[in-house]
């Protein structure tokens, strides 16, 4: 086959999904704030029969080639769970990386959009690296800065290439950095002072003795608070205990922090070490000597930077002075903790671009936007 012909190919067993992981080599190579994943926790993580988070989702993978060299690759997928919920009709994609070329993203998102036609459906979202409790959005402001773990990267030229392909934004997600050393305002120290005096008000780190408990009791305030957000879909008891497995060797008691009134559970947060910090440069290998890197630099020299991937506060309590404050409380429990730990910055993400209340909180730390992330849509003929 001639080199400079396209052709897309679906990906079928191990390999070829060893291979879609192995594509952002080639669309990234050159790129310095990219962080390729390892491939052994790809696999694993995509792997359905391990994933409950999957088991709803039917799924379709495609590698585009020129010739014998990779060029891009997208995924399709109906979620149960979502049309359950929304009953709208709507397939996603995601895994969208690509070469700057308008030929191989108008192959990609064709294949994807038949497919899903194909099963009836008549809208696109996405990205969605598989689901809204995964990866998801496509970056479109703040390129000069690596990702953090579970946050996606992009080149600056995927979204005119996708939006010539008729995509139209449909939401965009914040992340916000947070400076660790950086003293709070005055007038945000005070107001946790009061709240957190008031009695029955308690903020505590997470019970390690209890610890599949206490997960499920951060997955059903989760599912409290978020239940009115865009895109919403609930953690399910069996995706709490994978949660609760896979975060396990990362965190300690002080990576939580749950707030209470009157002994009942009401907020969480969940904080994890920044794992891409820790792969960096590895190339998603970790033999031969990789895994030695990788032990390192979490155990040795440590990471100094963090991501806050959850937070909630109980429906109730949203939208009150005490449910901010107790937000804010939790944060600085956290940030306490990982300033004793060497951390400098750490990442609160994602934020909906119009979730004004979870925005304001986060603007009282002095915590600044400084990424964009955005989901597309289109309707299909």
């Not at 998603?284 to 000597?289: K, S």
């Not at 937070?311 to 306490?336: D, P, V």
Request: glycine share 10%; proline share 6%; with cysteine.
């Amino acid at each position: 086959m001639a080199r400079g012909e396209l052709r897309l190919e679906p990906v079928a067993g191990t390999a070829g999904l060893r291979a879609f992981v192995g594509v952002t080599r080639a669309v990234y190579a050159g790129d310095p704030c990219w962080v390729q994943p390892l491939t052994v926790e790809r696999l694993d993580h995509l792997n359905q029969a391990k994933n409950p988070f999957l088991r709803a989702i039917e799924v379709q993978y495609w590698i585009a080639w020129r010739g014998s060299e990779p060029v891009g690759r997208i995924s399709a997928q109906v979620n149960r769970r979502h049309l359950e919920r929304y009953d709208d009709a709507t397939g996603q994609f995601g895994f969208l990386d690509a070469v700057d070329d308008p030929e191989v993203f108008a192959l990609l998102t064709a294949a994807a959009e038949g497919w899903l036609q194909a099963r009836g459906l008549r809208r696109i979202t996405g990205p969605f690296s598989l689901s809204i409790n995964d990866e998801c959005g496509l970056l479109v402001e703040g390129f000069d800065r690596p990702p953090s773990m579970m946050m996606g990267h992009a080149r600056p030229y995927f979204a005119p290439r996708l939006e010539a392909q008729g995509y139209a934004k449909a939401k965009d997600l914040l992340a916000y950095d947070v400076d660790a050393a950086a003293p709070w305002p005055e007038a945000t120290q005070k107001m946790i002072a009061r709240v957190l005096a008031m009695p029955g008000v308690r903020i505590r780190p997470l019970d390690m003795s209890r610890y599949r408990e206490e997960i499920g009791t951060i997955c059903r305030i989760f599912n409290d608070a978020w239940a009115g957000n865009w895109g919403f879909i609930p953690f399910g008891e069996d995706e709490a205990a994978y949660l609760a497995k896979s975060i396990r060797p990362l965190v300690g008691a002080g990576s939580f922090a749950i707030g209470e009134l009157d002994g009942e559970p009401v907020g969480m947060i969940v904080t994890l070490p920044n794992l891409n910090e820790a792969i960096a440069g590895l190339d998603g290998r970790l033999l031969p000597l990789g895994w030695l890197k990788l032990l390192w630099r979490l155990k040795v020299r440590g990471p100094t930077t963090g991501r806050m991937p959850l937070m909630g506060i109980a429906k109730r309590l949203q939208g009150t002075t005490k449910g901010a404050a107790l937000a804010l409380g939790m944060i600085e429990s956290i940030r306490r903790y990982y300033q004793a730990k060497g951390y400098r910055h750490s990442e609160l993400s994602w934020v909906l671009e119009d979730n004004r209340k979870v925005q304001a909180v986060i603007a009282a730390t002095g915590a600044v936007p400084y990424k964009r992330y955005r989901i597309y849509e289109k309707a299909l003929a």
